[in-house]
């Protein structure tokens, strides 16, 4: 590649960037797609992915996301094992800066740098992750089936989370810091009901201090509540206590809502508030948070490129 204004530069190797890859390869775009530090993005850890239409026998994240990527660059999407550290946005040429120093000028660009899910930070976590802790009940919860688990969080997202899981679930122990809940009423009601008939649990005033396990699969959670330290035995534990958007870079460049998400629909499904520029993935979706999902906006991030390429 020389020092040419290119077309489109896509930033990030998860589902969103690769199927942005693919679609800008096959839209003759010579795209241009700068890896990160994970290549692959939050997939590749996962040890089964069931619901990735089309993937069937349980293929691992790492493999599902090696075709991915193999996918855009056959297609050829030019990958680069570097990250951006510095995004120039505006205008109409964008000029991204890379950790190597290189300098990449280009029309477009589409932003698929992903989200961190939060998790607990207690002693265990990060040995049972994969292993009965997750951060997506979409994702993991029918690994739980006919098992208690427990659900961390007062928020929507804990009690959607929750309520998921109680279709499938022995049991679902919802662990909330505080008595009271910001989540909607209508969720919390909901969980009531399931509570009443022995589906649910709340327990309420308490925090997490540990993760157990027996070496191989999490065995349950070491609770304080109200001063007594108590233990829960519980097959898995879901933190449902936000997400990270990767977003800190373009924070002074393009419209950000107060979580950090990237605000998308500026007269295209994926353009941001900065011309030329789109967004895909979790990094611009707080709900649904899917590697289908994701790879869908990457496709759309990509049409809406060509589309204003040819504007
Ligand atoms: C443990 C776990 C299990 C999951 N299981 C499932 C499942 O079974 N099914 C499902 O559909 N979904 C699952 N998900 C959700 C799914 O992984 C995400 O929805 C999906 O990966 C989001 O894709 P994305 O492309 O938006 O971002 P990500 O996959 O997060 O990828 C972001 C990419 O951006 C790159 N990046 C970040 N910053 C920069 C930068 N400055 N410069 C360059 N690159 C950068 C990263 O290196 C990475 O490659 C799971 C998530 C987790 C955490």
Redesign the pocket.
Known sequence: MTDELLNTVI???????CAAGVYTSRANLKPVL??????????V??PE????PGAMGSPS?FDLMEKLQQHAKSLGTEFISD??VKAELKGPVKTLTLGSGRMLKTRTVII????A?RYLGVPGEDQY??KGV???AT??GFFFRGKEVAVVGGGSAAFVEALFLTQMCAKVYLIHRREGFRAEAVLVDKLKAKAAEGKAEFVLNAIVQEVKGDGERLTGLVLKQQGEVKELPVSGVFAAIGHLP?TE?FKDEIELDKDGFIVIGKGSAQATSEPGVFA????SDRIY????T?AGS?CKAALDAEHFLLA
Do not use: F, M, W
């Not at 700068?34 to 997939?43: E, S």
């Not at 992915?49 to 990735?52: G, K, L, S």
């Not at 895909?280 to 990094?283: E, F, K, S």
């Open positions: 930033i990030g190797s998860g589902p969103a960037g700068i890896t990160g530090d994970n290549p692959g993005g939050q997939l850890t996962t992915i069931e619901n990735y994240g990250k951006v698929a740098t992903g989200a899910p992750k994969g997750s951060a997506c994702c993991d990767q870079l895909a993935g979790d990094c948070r899917q590697a289908i994701s990457g």
